[in-house]
């Protein structure tokens, strides 16, 4: 079964605090892509990486960084955790070239990982 | 901006009927539109994908239907079970890989 893996479903941290969150992706994919949920606000994409040590901004990147010195790992950090970053994250892969393959099905997504800062 | 939106955070139907979730996008050059589900504590899970150049693909107890007229999707559910209830997520494919997603609707299926 193809998975994608985030290494804490809970995580508590204190303000000011590095975090980081990993995600792990079996399936080869080369896509891999960091959201952050919440209520009313639906998915927002923070950043992505189509490739080894590449990255690109999302919609929302301000207070993160990511990396990706692995094909199957993807990183996201919180470079001094705030209290507004409370929140599920969730990390994504997928094949390139979404949606043009014979077989396609989007992005599989991890179980999530959800940060509270206090 | 691109973005993807729904019509209704919220849906109630009773077991057996059928269900109809509506989202409307904006990006008239979107190509690739996907549904998922997400059940309570877990990630959003594939349910079924449609290209911009078919207008109803069908799966198993589920349809979608798009209207590129109107940049109208919907997902419908036959006999709606109890294994129904989540949150359901219409995407849009808006560059390369990148998907932009609606807010959700949640959908209770009462017994």
């Known amino acids: 079964d193809v998975k994608v893996t985030q290494s804490s479903r809970y995580l508590v941290k204190r303000t000011g605090e590095k975090v980081f969150l990993e995600c792990v992706q079996d399936?080869?994919?080369?896509?891999m892509f960091w959201y952050r949920q919440d209520p009313g606000l639906g998915l927002r994409l923070i950043y992505f990486?189509?490739?080894?040590?590449?990255?690109e901004k999302g919609d929302i990147p301000e207070g993160y960084s990511v990396s990706r010195e692995k094909k199957e790992r993807f990183s996201l950090i919180l470079e001094s955790a705030s209290t507004s970053q409370t929140s599920m994250y969730l990390c994504?892969?997928?094949?390139?070239?979404?949606?043009?393959?014979?077989?396609?099905?989007?992005?599989?997504f991890g179980s999530g990982t959800r940060l509270t800062v206090v | 901006g691109e973005s993807v939106g729904l019509h209704l955070p919220t849906l109630s139907v009773q077991e057996g009927d059928n269900s109809i979730i509506n989202c409307a996008y904006s990006n008239s050059a979107s190509d690739y539109f996907i549904w998922y589900k997400q059940e309570s504590g877990k990630g959003p899970q594939f349910i079924i994908d449609?290209?911009?150049?078919?207008d109803k693909r069908q799966g198993q107890r589920v349809t979608v239907l798009l209207n590129k007229t109107v940049k109208h999707l919907s997902l419908q559910i036959a006999a709606t079970q109890p294994g129904d209830s989540a949150v359901y997520f219409c995407?849009?494919?808006?560059?390369?890989?990148?998907?932009?997603f609606g807010e959700g609707t949640q959908l209770t299926v009462n017994p």
């Open positions: 399936m080869d994919h080369e896509n």
């Open positions: 449609i290209r911009s150049n078919m």
């Open positions: 990486s189509y490739d080894v040590k590449m990255k």
């Open positions: 994504a892969s997928s094949l390139l070239g979404l949606g043009r393959g014979t077989v396609d099905y989007g992005y599989t």
């Open positions: 995407s849009e494919e808006t560059s390369g890989s990148r998907l932009t």
